[in-house]
């Protein structure tokens, strides 16, 4: 069974930071990509950050210049570090990982449950 943990949401002021992280568990074979989401209410899902298997790193416009995405292959965990953060950023983070096991020869991507950041004075 392959399980993702995420945490590290809260209650921030705008111009505070968060660290999240994910940790992903289970039978695994390879990683290709390791990624944060968000989804605001009444907004669709958009992607934050993203990391591949060899250290490339993608942004959405919106996060460039605040947010880092990073990882830890040792223990199959990456994070990511928000600064500067606006009430815009306010949404469920939810973490996001496209790996291979014994169960699917093709990438398949698995979700974590979600947390929430609040970023309000």
């Known amino acids: 069974q392959v399980q993702l943990v995420e945490s590290g949401g809260g209650l921030v002021q705008p111009g505070g930071s968060l660290r999240l992280s994910c940790a992903v568990s289970g039978t695994i074979f390879s990683i290709n990509v390791m990624g944060w989401y968000r989804q605001a209410p009444g907004k669709q899902r958009e992607m934050v950050a993203q990391?591949?298997?060899?250290?490339?790193?993608n942004y959405a416009d919106s996060a460039k210049g605040r947010f880092t995405i990073s990882r830890d292959n040792a223990k199959n965990t990456w994070y990511l570090q928000m600064n500067s953060l606006k009430p815009e950023d306010t949404a469920v983070y939810y973490c996001?990982?496209?790996?291979?096991?014994?169960?699917?020869?093709?990438?398949?991507?698995?979700w974590g449950q979600g947390t929430q950041v609040t970023v309000s004075s």
């Open positions: 996001n990982v496209e790996l291979r096991n014994q169960f699917t020869v093709l990438p398949t991507s698995y």
């Open positions: 990391i591949t298997s060899g250290g490339s790193t």
